[in-house]
């Protein structure tokens, strides 16, 4: 499965940007897609998962009401859509996503197979 994320760039405080990642559809039912970030000497912080069963989405709480998980119809495509962003929201954002068959779409990075390259994303004031 490649994973492959375009969208990131620059945006001003309480500015918006949308990411997205193109991927392989598998033909897989019942699987788990993420997006994670990461900055500098932190580890890899999970913020939005959507289980393909039902559409299950699950949001950590820095980003709950300001971004919004979701795929294209075809399973081809994820997105993120970053409203109301913030200075602390600059970092290196990755999709990913797990084999299947999943129930549940945890924010461990252990649990996801596939990452793409990841996009860099920038606020500023």
């Known amino acids: 499965v490649d994973l492959v994320e375009s969208g990131g760039g620059s945006a001003q405080n309480e500015g918006s940007l949308r990411l997205s990642c193109a991927r392989t559809?598998?033909?897989?039912?019942?699987?788990?897609v993420a997006w994670f970030r990461q900055t500098p000497g932190k580890e890899r912080e999970g913020l939005a998962s959507?289980?393909?069963?039902?559409?299950?989405?699950i949001y950590a709480d820095s980003v709950k009401g300001r971004f919004t998980i979701s795929q294209n119809s075809a399973k081809n495509r994820l997105y993120l859509q970053m409203n109301n962003l913030k200075l602390e929201d600059t970092a290196i954002y990755y999709c990913a996503a797990d084999h299947g068959p999943s129930a549940y779409c945890p924010f461990q990075p252990w649990h996801y197979d596939f990452w793409g390259q990841g996009t860099q994303v920038t606020v500023s004031s």
């Open positions: 559809s598998y033909g897989i039912e019942d699987y788990c």
């Open positions: 959507l289980w393909s069963g039902d559409g299950t989405t």
